[in-house]
């Protein structure tokens, strides 16, 4: 396995591993996990995902998650984000699906709005557009590690309430919704 250094600090290409050798062996499982610690994110190119693959690689990390209530295949392992319609056609601007897209669009962490968040994300694009598409990664760990001394102090002892409901403020929320989905509080340090 290689690995590739991607960013000052963080994220890494994997190469010579396959994501199936990850799911099916405890040596590809060890040495990929290795690397994910160190590094937060890590990227394998040109792999055969299905959702099959994407479920088995993922669930050598752990437990998976369901889906939350009002997603697209809420309550399966299977988040799929689109801006395409049952009949091919892409979905209008203020669609539900479209106006979740954009709140997905802002600055967010993932998961961090559950009262146990995941270890990780495990995203895979099986479409990419020609233009756009992007996603951008940061790592919380390393913005921590790098502050400075005092300002970790200063921090330290505060507590942050995130809901998930603040980046959603243009989508009206099912009552189902924000009972499954309440604020929770985190102590920063």
């Given at each position: 396995?290689?690995?590739?250094?991607?960013?000052?600090?963080?994220?890494?290409?994997?190469?010579?591993?396959?994501?199936?050798?990850?799911?099916?062996?405890?040596?590809?499982y060890?040495?990929?996990?290795?690397?994910?610690?160190?590094?937060?994110?890590?990227?394998?190119r040109?792999q055969?995902?299905?959702?099959?693959?994407?479920?088995?690689?993922?669930?050598?990390?752990?437990?998976?998650?369901?889906?939350?209530?009002?997603?697209?295949?809420?309550?399966?392992?299977?988040?799929?984000?689109?801006?395409?319609?049952?009949?091919?056609?892409?979905?209008?601007?203020?669609?539900?699906?479209?106006?979740?897209?954009?709140?997905?669009?802002?600055?967010?962490?993932?998961?961090?709005?559950?009262?146990?968040?995941?270890?990780?994300?495990?995203?895979?694009?099986?479409?990419?557009?020609?233009?756009?598409?992007?996603?951008?990664?940061?790592?919380?760990?390393?913005?921590?590690?790098?502050?400075?001394?005092a300002?970790?102090?200063?921090?330290?002892d505060?507590?942050?309430?995130?809901?998930?409901?603040?980046?959603?403020?243009?989508?009206?929320?099912?009552?189902?919704?924000?009972?499954?989905?309440?604020?929770?509080?985190?102590?920063?340090?």
């Open positions: 396995m290689e690995l590739v250094p991607l960013g000052p600090g963080f994220a890494a290409e994997l190469r010579g591993v396959d994501l199936i050798d990850v799911a099916s062996g405890d040596a590809g060890r040495a990929v996990r290795e690397a994910f610690e160190e590094h937060s994110v890590i990227l394998f040109n055969e995902v299905s959702d099959d693959v994407q479920v088995a690689f993922s669930r050598a990390f752990g437990p998976l998650e369901r889906t939350k209530v009002g997603s697209l295949c809420a309550g399966t392992l299977y988040v799929h984000i689109t801006n395409v319609a049952e009949d091919g056609a892409l979905v209008s601007p203020t669609d539900r699906q479209a106006l979740a897209n954009q709140a997905n669009q802002l600055w967010h962490t993932d998961s961090s709005f559950k009262a146990t968040p995941a270890l990780a994300s495990v995203l895979s694009a099986r479409i990419v557009p020609e233009v756009g598409g992007e996603t951008e990664f940061a790592s919380t760990r390393l913005a921590w590690d790098r502050l400075p001394d300002r970790k102090e200063e921090l330290c505060l507590v942050a309430t995130h809901s998930y409901a603040n980046s959603r403020d243009q989508i009206e929320m099912t009552p189902e919704e924000l009972a499954a989905l309440p604020p929770v509080r985190w102590r920063l340090a």
